[in-house]
C-alpha cells in the first residue's frame, strides 16, 4: 500500500501569516500518462471533507487562490497563504494513483 | 447542484449486519464512479470500497474484504454498503464520495455529509 506521511500533524498560525503542511509518499505518484495523482482536503470542524487541490497543482472549482500545492513524484506541499478564520480544519493528503487508496493522518490547522 | 445523502446508520450489535444507502441528485448518477470512505471517531480517512458506473466492477479494501458489499441502482440513483459481521472497530462515520473519473485519473469530488455506525453491544 501507499504510504502517505503527513507533518506536522498540528499547525497553529496567526491569521493573515502563511503554513505549510507537507506530505511524503511511499512510492512516486506519477503516472504513466505524466499525472500526479496527489490531492489535497479539508475537513471543516463537524463538516465532511472537500476537495483543495488536485492533480498536485491545481485548485478545485471555488477554492480561494490563497491555496496552492506543489511537489514532485514523492514529496509534495500545501502552502497556505494569508491564513483566515475559515481555514480552520484538518487537512489531508490523498492518492489515487492505484488502489487501495490512501490518506494521510491529517494536519490539523488551528489560529493563534 | 450534486448532493449525496446518507442513510441506514444506527447502533448494531458485534456480528450483525447493516445496510447503508446514499441517495444520489444533481447529476447522472449512472456516469460515475461511486465510492464509500469512513472516519472512526477522532480519526483520519479511509477508503472502504469502490464501484464502477455500470457496478460490475468492485474493490475493496483489506479490513473490510470479504464482509461489506458495495452496490447500486441506477434506475434509483442509489448506492449501497452491505456491512456484515459487524466488529467494533467498524464503527465509524461513513461517508459517500462520487468518484470523478477520466482518462488521467480518479479522485473524490464531492462527498456526502455522512452517517454513523456505531458498533456496540
Known amino acids: 500500500d501507499i504510504v502517505l506521511t503527513q507533518a506536522p500533524l498540528s499547525v497553529s498560525v496567526t491569521p493573515g501569516e502563511s503554513a505549510s503542511i507537507s506530505c511524503r509518499s511511499s512510492?512516486?505518484?506519477?503516472?504513466?500518462?505524466?499525472?500526479?495523482?496527489l490531492y489535497w482536503y479539508l475537513q471543516k470542524p463537524g463538516k465532511s471533507p472537500q476537495l483543495l487541490i488536485y492533480?498536485?497543482?491545481n485548485l478545485a472549482s471555488g477554492v480561494p487562490d490563497r491555496f496552492s500545492g506543489s511537489g514532485s513524484e514523492t514529496d509534495f506541499t500545501l502552502k497556505i497563504s494569508k491564513v483566515e478564520t475559515e481555514d480552520v480544519g484538518v487537512y489531508y493528503c490523498?492518492?489515487?494513483?492505484?488502489?487501495?487508496?490512501?490518506f494521510g493522518a491529517g494536519t490539523k490547522l488551528e489560529l493563534k | 447542484e450534486v448532493q449525496l445523502v446518507e442513510s441506514g446508520g444506527g447502533l448494531v450489535q458485534p456480528g450483525r449486519s447493516l445496510k447503508l444507502s446514499c441517495a444520489a441528485s444533481?447529476?447522472?448518477?449512472?456516469?460515475?464512479?461511486m465510492a464509500w470512505v469512513r472516519q472512526a471517531p477522532t480519526k483520519g480517512l479511509e477508503w472502504v470500497a469502490s464501484?464502477?458506473?455500470?457496478?460490475?466492477?468492485?474493490h475493496y479494501g483489506d479490513s473490510v474484504k470479504g464482509r461489506f458489499t458495495i452496490s447500486r441502482d441506477n434506475a434509483k440513483s442509489t448506492l449501497y454498503l452491505q456491512m456484515d459481521s459487524l466488529r467494533s472497530e467498524d464503527t465509524a462515520t461513513y461517508y459517500c464520495?462520487?468518484?470523478?473519473?477520466?482518462?488521467?485519473?480518479?479522485?473524490?469530488?464531492?462527498w456526502g455529509q455522512g452517517v454513523m455506525v456505531t458498533v456496540s453491544s
Open positions: 464520495a462520487r468518484l470523478y473519473s477520466s482518462y488521467i485519473g480518479y479522485y473524490f469530488d464531492y
Open positions: 444533481g447529476f447522472t448518477f449512472s456516469d460515475y464512479n
Open positions: 464501484i464502477s458506473y455500470g457496478g460490475s466492477n468492485t
Open positions: 512510492k512516486s505518484l506519477l503516472s504513466s500518462k505524466g499525472i500526479t495523482s
Open positions: 492533480r498536485m497543482s
Open positions: 490523498a492518492q489515487f494513483l492505484e488502489y487501495p487508496y490512501t
